[in-house]
């Protein structure tokens, strides 16, 4: 913000005078207050929205899958909780590692990830994914995924049980509202 | 009814098909050397192959024995023995018949001729065998990584491979 501009402003273009203003407008609310009192209102709100749409990709590896699968089945209806599978890392939040990750599938794997949008969270599912497994020592496979990406949650088992993984996604929801992200303004 | 055609019928074969052991003798008069039977029943026989002699057999077992099929295609490493084994696995619809076909290699150059050109199945056996143990199959139309990711410079299911973490 350069208020000594403010007699010029008459003379800028329209681009220029969307910069000027825009930085003007946020310099405003953040030295003042106004986005720290926003934030401290909105965020349980966004918060509350974001822990209720945990949507993770549907992307099944290996025998964890199976456990995915029948987390959203009637008996334990992972839906309830706001774990819908969609199918494109670009309308997901949460990219769910289920199964040993070969060094062929590590690239997709990591350009899936950067597909996904912020905010976006990583569960490693599984021995495989937690640490390799019972390929621990193999030669194709990558000893967890926390070698190529920040994980969030782990979800011990081989495979782990539905409620298990259910369990995981309630820590991964109590770990989105203890970070309680204010988004005011913000890029 | 002849005991033959009543052998025949508990394999479920048509009145026009020939059995297993029918068909190796087929092969073992049409191919007095370069090809040993070692075992022939009903509905499957066994033969070791010389490496010159598997694309003149396969020819044979394709255009005069109705083979239609490749099962598989593995190979074998024998470390002590200096030598390496590829297994194919060709099976008759028409004879009800699957025959097993070895050949063996030497261990520093492992080179056999492709029967892709015969059987299109073949194609990704082949490959994964290539990936596998590096026996290289001469004229298959694309003997690239099939498992493993380009650029891997080992062979893992030889023997001699040292396995430990690498990714």
Same mark, same amino acid.
């Given at each position: 913000?350069?208020?000594?501009?403010?007699?010029?402003?008459?003379?800028?273009? #329209?681009?220029?005078?969307?910069?000027? #203003?825009?930085?003007?407008?946020?310099?405003?609310?953040? @030295?003042?207050? %106004?986005?720290?009192?926003?934030?401290?209102?909105?965020?349980?709100?966004? #918060?509350?929205?974001?822990?209720?749409?945990?949507?993770?990709l549907h992307f099944g590896i290996a025998c964890c899958a199976l456990e995915m699968a029948a987390a959203s089945g009637p008996r334990f209806d992972a839906e309830r909780l706001g774990m819908i599978y969609r199918s494109s890392p670009r309308q997901t939040e949460v990219l769910l590692v289920n199964g040993w990750v070969t060094a062929k599938l590590r690239p997709d794997l990591r350009r899936l990830y950067e597909q996904m949008a912020e905010p976006r969270w990583v569960v490693a599912m599984g021995e495989c994914a937690i640490s390799g497994g019972p390929w621990y020592d193999s030669h194709n496979t990558v000893q967890g995924v926390?070698?190529?990406?920040?994980?969030?949650? @782990?979800i011990p088992g081989c495979p782990p049980r539905p409620e298990a993984m259910i369990d995981g996604f309630m820590k991964l929801h %109590?770990?989105?509202?203890?970070?309680?992200?204010?988004?005011f303004l913000d890029e | 009814?002849?005991?033959? +055609?009543?052998?025949?019928?508990?394999? $479920?074969?048509?009145?026009? $098909?020939?059995?297993? *052991?029918? =068909?190796?003798?087929?092969? &073992?008069? +049409?191919f007095p050397q370069g090809v040993t039977v070692t075992k022939a029943t009903l509905n499957r026989f066994y033969a070791q192959v010389d490496k010159g002699m598997l694309l003149k057999l396969a020819n044979f077992m394709?255009?005069?024995? *109705?083979?239609?099929?490749?099962?598989?295609?593995?190979?074998?490493?024998? =470390?002590?023995?200096?030598?390496?084994?590829?297994?194919?696995? &060709?099976?008759?619809?028409?004879?009800?018949?699957?025959?097993?076909?070895?050949? *063996?290699?030497? +261990?520093?150059?492992?080179?056999? *001729?492709?029967?892709?050109? =015969?059987?299109?199945?073949a194609n990704w056996h082949e490959r994964e065998t290539w990936d596998m143990f590096g026996i290289v199959f001469i004229g298959h139309p694309k003997l690239e990584r099939l498992l493993?990711?380009?650029?891997?410079?080992?062979f893992p299911f030889r023997k001699d491979f040292v396995s430990g973490r690498r990714v």
């Amino acid at each position: 913000m350069d208020l000594r501009l403010a007699p010029n402003a008459i003379g800028m273009t #329209s681009v220029e005078f969307m910069a000027w #203003s825009t930085d003007l407008m946020e310099q405003l609310a953040k @030295y003042t207050g %106004i986005k720290k009192a926003v934030d401290k209102l909105t965020a349980p709100i966004w #918060s509350w929205a974001i822990r209720n749409a945990t949507v993770p990709l549907h992307f099944g590896i290996a025998c964890c899958a199976l456990e995915m699968a029948a987390a959203s089945g009637p008996r334990f209806d992972a839906e309830r909780l706001g774990m819908i599978y969609r199918s494109s890392p670009r309308q997901t939040e949460v990219l769910l590692v289920n199964g040993w990750v070969t060094a062929k599938l590590r690239p997709d794997l990591r350009r899936l990830y950067e597909q996904m949008a912020e905010p976006r969270w990583v569960v490693a599912m599984g021995e495989c994914a937690i640490s390799g497994g019972p390929w621990y020592d193999s030669h194709n496979t990558v000893q967890g995924v926390d070698t190529m990406m920040p994980v969030d949650v @782990y979800i011990p088992g081989c495979p782990p049980r539905p409620e298990a993984m259910i369990d995981g996604f309630m820590k991964l929801h %109590i770990k989105i509202t203890k970070e309680m992200k204010g988004t005011f303004l913000d890029e | 009814m002849s005991e033959v +055609r009543k052998m025949q019928q508990r394999i $479920g074969l048509a009145p026009g $098909g020939k059995t297993g *052991d029918v =068909l190796a003798q087929e092969i &073992i008069q +049409r191919f007095p050397q370069g090809v040993t039977v070692t075992k022939a029943t009903l509905n499957r026989f066994y033969a070791q192959v010389d490496k010159g002699m598997l694309l003149k057999l396969a020819n044979f077992m394709k255009e005069h024995q *109705d083979f239609e099929h490749v099962t598989s295609v593995g190979g074998v490493d024998w =470390l002590a023995e200096k030598k390496m084994q590829v297994v194919y696995h &060709i099976t008759s619809y028409a004879n009800k018949v699957t025959a097993e076909l070895v050949v *063996d290699l030497p +261990r520093d150059k492992p080179e056999v *001729d492709s029967i892709t050109p =015969l059987w299109g199945g073949a194609n990704w056996h082949e490959r994964e065998t290539w990936d596998m143990f590096g026996i290289v199959f001469i004229g298959h139309p694309k003997l690239e990584r099939l498992l493993n990711p380009d650029g891997t410079e080992v062979f893992p299911f030889r023997k001699d491979f040292v396995s430990g973490r690498r990714v």
